[in-house]
Nanobody, 117 residues
């Protein structure tokens, strides 16, 4: 049962931008802070950013000042704007609750972001 669906990834050059989106079921979105996470090849999945129901945000040091997380409560969607991308941002990006849930269906397929130098 898929409950979180990510989209918007792609291949960009260093310095470029992308906007990721995550559509969540209302039952998840309405009661949780939401987060973005990423996993690079050969590395563990790591936290990227979160936004609370009230709109408070928090970012990892690696992306602070370059990425912006937002949520659209009417559309049950959370976005991640990626600016000034670097090759080290290359990863599969996932959304989940914050903190992340291990419930089946919460970790979706993710969306691939590839940044070329």
């Amino acid at each position: 049962q898929v409950q979180l669906v990510e989209s918007g990834g792609g291949l960009v050059q260093a310095g470029g931008s992308l906007r990721l989106s995550c559509a969540a079921s209302r039952s998840i979105f309405s009661v949780n802070a939401m987060g973005w996470y990423r996993q690079a090849p050969g590395k563990q999945r790591e936290f990227v950013a979160l936004v609370t129901r009230g709109g408070t945000t928090n970012y990892s040091n690696a992306v602070k000042g370059r990425f912006t997380i937002s949520r659209d409560n009417a559309e049950n969607t959370v976005h991640l704007q990626l600016n000034d991308l670097k090759p080290e941002d290359t990863a599969v990006y996932y959304c989940n609750t914050a903190p992340p849930s291990k419930t089946q269906g919460y970790w979706g397929q993710g969306t691939q972001v590839t940044v070329s130098s």
